[in-house]
């Protein structure tokens, strides 16, 4: 069964750096588009980026464009995301996830993905 695997995430204060990484267990996913989204307690999962099979073309929401990073490395079947300047409404729980058609979609429509990781929590103090 194809995995994705998120690690990365932890404790860091406002202004901060941390990079997550999100490992598949397959190389089958080295075709695959992928996404980040997160999830703030109370509130509902949140598209952040997304990135193409071949790690040309990434896409992010205006929240954290400028700030944050995508890419990819499919020598290592990994997918990362970069995040800087840490606010404390970064705060959430974050997902990678991959498109069952494996394409590449700025929507960040939530149905689109059927590959999800387990999540990684990100706290940022202020």
């Known amino acids: 069964q194809v995995q994705l695997v998120e690690s990365g995430g932890g404790l860091v204060q406002a202004g901060g750096s941390l990079r997550l990484s999100c490992a598949a267990s397959?190389?089958?996913?080295?075709?695959?588009?992928r996404g980040w989204f997160r999830q703030a307690p109370g509130k509902e999962r949140e598209f952040v980026a997304a990135?193409?099979?071949?790690?040309?073309?990434?896409y992010y929401v205006d929240s954290v464009q400028g700030r944050f990073t995508i890419s990819r490395d499919n020598a290592k079947n990994a997918v990362y995301l970069q995040m800087n300047s840490l606010k404390p409404e970064d705060t959430a729980v974050y997902y990678c996830?991959?498109?069952?058609?494996?394409?590449?979609?700025?929507?960040?429509?939530?149905?689109?993905?059927?590959?999800w990781g387990q999540g990684t929590q990100v706290t940022v103090s202020s």
């Open positions: 996830a991959a498109p069952s058609s494996g394409y590449y979609s700025t929507s960040g429509t939530y149905d689109e993905y059927d590959y």
């Open positions: 397959s190389r089958d996913f080295n075709k695959y588009a």
């Open positions: 990135i193409d099979w071949s790690g040309n073309r990434a």
